[in-house]
């Protein structure tokens, strides 16, 4: 019976999330908003479909565990070492700004100082699972807001584990025991140095036990038994199971096994993710917000306007840019799913009244809820974009090089310039690689390239050749006209996406022109052979033909490029050139290792 009830839990979940998150998503509301919705749906105060939303939530918080290692295998200690300040100062700074109005709020409300003490601190957490999943969909992960963000909500899950701890220290029934709290502190202490062993020196060596058995699901099984472990390990000794295992994956960021590790419990944490969402919108208790929608809903809009509007005050202390304020308090303002924990501890050891538990409970399961409502609001109504930023002026206006484009390509074009001593003049329109490389000392000009005003303000009549390496091969072009009609005479060096964007610039009498991948393939190529046993020598004599062959063929098709049926014919006719050739220089070769193996020399293409 059971056995039956949990599969067709399963099959509810599975079902709900399957049509609801598609839904969301469809109309651009988010995959989060999609999981709570159908959390709703199936939950004991809609459809009743399923039962038991706690014990559901409990598992599911596997899914936040499984996260943070996750994250914790993208940050190795030297990074994290150096995002310290970041960590307790921002993430001290956030909890204080945000939980002491809210435990003033609470006192105001008729709360004991203790009681209020635990609910504005609670509430002054925010939900790692939303704001990180919230953060990788819309990509801003890696942005200084990411990073920002990211460092406040890890401050949180460490602070959590002391919050947990002062709860019963805060119990109006009896006095605890010092004994009991120091027992509490080394347990924690305990488990933490344990942590550090296992994933430090003991987890290696058995991963690469694992890994020489070669078989796949054996490894998968040890990583989730790894993470798991960690986490029963912490919880035991009361400590988030979270931050247990973001301190696993931190210590094995470095190993040869973090990809194989994260590709192996990425599906794992994402369907427990979706299910922790589904158990917060389960977790809703709408037969309480009918009974007191006006006190609940004050207590949500209350609480997060106080949170919403203390973030957006410490923002630009924490570095956020004024564009993103409003964004980075949207982000984190509703109530984390650590606080249903601090809830519960509270209630056990008679800190919380009964009716502020389920009213406190109830605002931080809506607060989630309302989140991705509350960014799709600011996007609409308080998103601006960025303010124009006006084209550098140009400082060296007699640099013989000119670089429009200073990305991958454009990058490496330029540093070989500056090894030999020549500094060319670089114009970009990214402002954030603009910043970014004239903090490692380039010359980099904001401004388009294709503009003619810029360009003769950075010299181009003064310029012996024009590297062309933009991104895009329609700005590419339009930039080669303009030059092209102001600067008949200079040099032209120009990067082609593909074999349309080099027939363009071909077109416009542009001689040097580079296929930024064939090179590369090329040697790629080359050195497949060379492992398939052909000779070093014969590999790159192939890979040389191939080269004079296949740009002769372009050569030759450029005053057809028009016509595809031409073009086809070209193209066939030289590869059955080029199989004659490759054939004929095949055959010379084996008579020439013949006549060497008989005379006893050596074949000197062999070398």
Not at 82 to 97: E, K, S, T
Not at 510 to 520: D, H, I, N, P
């Amino acid at each position: 019976m059971n056995e039956h009830g949990l599969l067709g839990d399963a099959i509810v979940y599975l079902a709900a999330a399957v049509v609801c998150v598609p839904l969301a998503s469809r109309f651009k509301l988010g995959s989060v908003l999609g999981y709570l919705g159908a959390g709703c749906l199936i939950g004991p105060h809609a459809l009743r479909l399923v039962h038991d939303p706690a014990s559901t939530l409990h598992f599911a918080e596997i899914g936040v565990v499984l996260m943070l290692f996750v994250i914790g295998l993208e940050l190795d200690p030297k990074r994290l070492w150096a995002m310290r300040r970041a960590v307790f100062g921002g993430g001290a700074l956030q909890l204080a700004a945000c939980g002491v109005p809210l435990a003033l709020g609470a006192m105001a409300l008729g709360m004991s100082w203790q009681a209020a003490l635990i609910a504005g601190l609670a509430l002054g957490l925010s939900s790692t699972a939303v704001v990180m999943q919230t953060m990788r969909e819309r990509n801003i992960t890696p942005t200084p807001l990411g990073r920002a963000t990211f460092s406040i909500l890890l401050f949180q899950d460490i602070a959590a584990i002391p919050l947990v701890a002062i709860v019963p220290l805060l119990s109006v029934s009896g006095e605890p025991s010092e004994e009991g709290a120091w027992l509490g502190a080394a347990k924690a202490i305990g488990a933490i140095l344990a942590v550090f062993v296992i994933g430090r020196f003991l987890t290696r060596p058995i991963l690469r036990v694992v890994a020489k058995t070669g078989m796949r699901e054996v490894f998968t099984g040890f990583a989730l038994l790894l993470v798991l472990g960690i986490a029963a390990l912490m919880a035991s000794a009361g400590v988030s199971m979270a931050l247990g295992a973001f301190l696993a994956g931190v210590l094995l960021a470095g190993s040869e096994y973090r990809h194989a590790l994260e590709a192996d419990i990425e599906p794992f944490k994402g369907l427990l993710m979706g299910l922790f969402f589904i158990a917060v919108g389960m977790s809703v208790d709408f037969s309480l917000l009918a009974a007191r929608p006006l006190a609940v809903l004050g207590l949500v809009l209350a609480f997060q306007g106080i949170k919403g509007g203390a973030l957006r005050l410490i923002a630009k202390t924490l570095g956020v840019a004024a564009i993103e304020r409003w964004l980075f308090a949207a982000l984190l303002v509703q109530g984390g799913e650590f606080a249903f924990v601090v809830f519960g501890v509270a209630r056990s050891a008679q800190v919380l009244p009964g009716e502020w538990d389920g009213l406190l409970t109830l605002a931080v399961a809506l607060s989630m809820a309302l989140t991705p409502l509350l960014l799709i609001a600011h996007d609409r109504f308080l998103a601006r974009p960025a303010p124009a930023r006006e084209a550098d002026v140009v400082e060296d206006h007699e640099a013989p090089v000119i670089i429009a484009g200073f990305g991958r390509f454009g990058q490496i074009v330029g540093r070989l310039l500056l090894a030999h001593g020549l500094k060319p003049t670089v114009l970009d329109h990214d402002p954030d690689t603009i910043d970014l490389l004239r903090a490692f000392d380039f010359r980099v000009y904001y401004g388009d390239a294709t503009r003619l005003d810029l360009l003769e303000a950075a010299g181009l009549h003064h310029a012996k050749v024009l590297v062309v390496a933009i991104d895009d091969p329609d700005k590419s072009v339009a930039l080669v006209d303009v030059v092209r009609h102001a600067c008949p005479e200079l040099r032209i060096v120009a990067r082609a996406r593909n074999v349309g964007h080099w027939a363009a610039l071909r077109a416009r009498g542009v001689e040097l022109v580079e296929r930024e991948t064939f090179e590369s393939a090329l040697r790629a190529g080359r050195a497949t052979l060379t492992v398939l046993g052909v000779p070093p020598f014969e590999a790159r004599e192939l890979a040389d033909r191939f080269r004079r062959h296949t740009l002769e063929m372009l050569e030759e098709s450029l005053p057809h490029f028009g016509d595809v049926e031409r073009r086809r014919e070209i193209a066939r006719s030289a590869r059955r050139q080029l199989e004659e050739q490759i054939q004929k220089d095949q055959a010379a070769s084996r008579r020439r290792r013949e006549s060497a193996a008989w005379s006893g020399g050596r074949d000197p293409g062999d070398a």
